[in-house]
């Protein structure tokens, strides 16, 4: 197929030869000039760019994956608003063309064909290698899958205003999975890939309830947009970096031998001043009732929604927080799996440099691949995999039908106090245990937690003057698991900001925090928010430690009120689990977690008298 390319190829080799040394077989003669080499060898390089109808192989692009076809076509999106995307389509390299097979599809801003988040160096144009890793890894080609990656609105060869996975790209979402089930070479069966945005246009579509959805795989989401911006009215330092860095991969310039219609589409945000001024204006909004953010709400949306989900979450990671991700798969009702632990941002099958894989368990693709096979093929497992695989505080792992199990739920009645909202005017060094303030990161890529230096150490005691107070535990009398979404609910007198955060406290004075939010007081009154999702093991003898004050972490953006603020009651709702039922699958402890725990410890030299039980029953 395509022999002509191949022909092609070889003569600009033939060429760029000569070009170089002045010399071919035969008699000598002169070199043409450079100004014609560059010209050819880029007529060389758009002969092997895929058409719609002209596919291209991995023999004449090396940037095809090895055994597959690529193909390019465009399609309108489905809000009737006159946006065009684009799409990347690998098919099995041998099948006729219309030869049908279940289809993986990705959604998202990183399938540029320059790079995913800014120019990654090609030297010609090709399909995306985001997912080159699943593609190779799953054998998807050889197992006879076709990979589809969809552009966007206002993004790679895409037109339109990128809107924050808003109602324009949720159009965008319905009109990939309509348009992939509808082409000829597919059964009609679609599952989605992603991690991170390709990972929340999974969970976006899943709320769409689409017919032709059958099975989603989704990496660190989030699980409600707002949250990646906000905190319960408070900002978080992305809050506008955000919005800029999405705008930046949106405006990146395409390739030079793109087609002349990619480059067309590819400019449309640059040539709409409007797409940028409403990117950043409509997404500074704090108030998560607000249209803007209702529409991206898919924690609550997910209610009734069915489609067979496999998810992946890190308790304690820097960047997509597991907030609300409990709220999302109760509403959901379809078959679930998941692999939930500690680590941060990072996929299924990723690797740090000594080789260990990060999540810590291993089977990432086959298990992937088996969920697929069972949704989009009907080919029951050969093996049986867990529903959720969990792993713990500990680095523990254990499989469980659902997440989260639990042997008891309790409300523990915490201790009245006051602080200064200040930001922590009294604690210079103070730092913050989440994202570092960032002069700008996308969803895919930010900061990780550091270390913490002793100036920092000492800046974080139990009493804090003024701008915190701390509620203690007894002892836990035998191992104890806080699972689930702890939530706590203040009443308070006074405007400001309210940082909550969770401590596990050993006998020495080691405490490590593992959990926390933060809220706008806006009013005197009741105020009601929940923590992340967590599964953080208690041992013999630890202690909770709660701590209630004014926000110094630089993770929020919060405006100090400077005024006092008193708690006149304060309850923790908490979900606990008995360690000792757990039932045990493979998987080593996450190399992040280590990392996680030397940033997050303290050593505290005085531990206040406990006034609430921590146990696995509230009856003690």
Request: proline letters at 7%; one cysteine or more.
């Amino acid at each position: 197929m395509r022999r002509r390319h191949a022909a092609a190829w070889a003569a600009s080799a033939v060429i760029t030869t000569f070009a170089l040394t002045g010399t071919l077989a035969g008699p000598a003669a002169a070199a043409p000039d450079a100004a014609s080499g560059s010209a050819t060898a880029a007529q060389a390089r758009s002969e092997v760019v895929a058409t719609a109808t002209d596919p291209v192989t991995h023999e004449e692009n090396d940037r095809v994956p090895e055994g597959s076809l690529w193909t390019q076509h465009y399609f309108p999106s489905s809000d009737g608003s006159g946006v065009e995307l684009h799409a990347d389509v690998l098919r099995p390299a041998g099948l006729p063309a219309d030869a049908k097979t279940p289809v993986i599809l990705s959604v998202g801003p990183y399938f540029s064909h320059a790079g995913e988040t800014a120019p990654a160096g090609w030297d010609r144009v090709g399909p995306s290698a985001r997912f080159r890793d699943f593609i190779d890894g799953a054998r998807l080609m050889e197992r006879g899958y076709t990979f589809v990656m969809v552009d966007l609105r206002g993004f790679g060869g895409s037109t339109g205003c990128l809107d924050f996975l808003g109602p324009g790209e949720q159009a965008d979402i319905k009109a990939a999975v309509e348009w992939t089930a509808s082409q000829p070479w597919s059964t009609g069966k679609v599952g989605m890939y992603g991690k991170s945005y390709d990972a929340n246009t999974g969970l976006a579509a899943n709320t769409l309830k689409l017919k032709p959805l059958r099975a989603i795989v989704s990496q660190e989401p989030t699980w409600n947009r707002y949250n990646y911006l906000y905190s319960n009215g408070v900002p978080r330092s992305n809050v506008t970096s955000t919005p800029r860095s999405y705008y930046s991969i949106a405006t990146m310039a395409p390739l030079d031998d793109d087609s002349d219609h990619y480059k067309a589409n590819a400019g449309y945000e640059k040539n709409h001043p409007e797409c940028e001024s409403d990117n950043l204006t409509n997404t500074q909004n704090p108030d998560p009732k607000s249209p803007f953010w209702r529409a991206r709400d898919f924690a609550s949306r997910a209610a009734g929604s069915q489609t067979p989900l496999f998810v992946t979450s890190g308790f304690i990671e820097d960047n997509t927080k597991p907030e609300e991700m409990q709220k999302y798969l109760a509403n959901h009702q379809g078959p679930q799996r998941g692999w939930i632990g500690q680590w941060e941002h990072v996929r299924g099958n990723e690797t740090n440099a000594r080789g260990q894989l990060k999540m810590g368990r291993a089977g990432w693709f086959d298990e992937v691949m088996r969920f697929y096979d069972q949704y989009l093929r009907g080919i029951e497992p050969s093996v049986t995999d867990p529903a959720f695989s969990l792993e713990d505080s500990l680095g523990h792992w254990r499989a469980q039908p659902t997440w989260p199990v639990t042997n008891d739920s309790y409300k523990a009645r915490l201790a009245p106090g006051q602080y200064v909202d200040d930001g922590g005017k009294a604690q210079k060094a103070a730092l913050s245990m989440t994202a570092p303030e960032s002069q700008g990161w996308d969803i895919e890529y930010a900061p990780e937690a550091g270390s913490l230096t002793t100036d920092q150490t000492s800046a974080l005691s139990a009493d804090a003057p003024a701008n915190s107070y701390w509620t203690w535990s007894t002892p836990a009398a035998e191992q104890v698991r806080i699972t689930g979404s702890p939530e706590i609910t203040l009443k308070t007198r006074g405007q400001g900001n309210v940082w909550a955060r969770l401590w596990d406290v050993a006998p020495d004075g080691k405490a490590t925090m593992f959990n926390e939010n933060v809220a706008l007081l806006e009013s005197s009154g009741s105020t009601s928010f929940a923590l992340k999702a967590t599964d953080w093991t208690f041992e013999q003898g630890h202690q909770l430690g709660v701590q209630i004050g004014t926000i110094t972490s630089k993770g929020w953006r919060s405006v100090p009120s400077g005024e006092t603020i008193t708690v006149s009651d304060a309850r923790l709702a908490l979900e606990v689990q008995d360690p000792r039922f757990d039932s045990p699958t493979q998987g080593d402890r996450s190399p992040y977690l280590d990392t996680y725990v030397r940033a997050n410890t303290i050593t505290l030299n005085n531990v206040g008298t406990p006034t609430f039980p921590l146990s696995i029953s509230k009856n003690g």
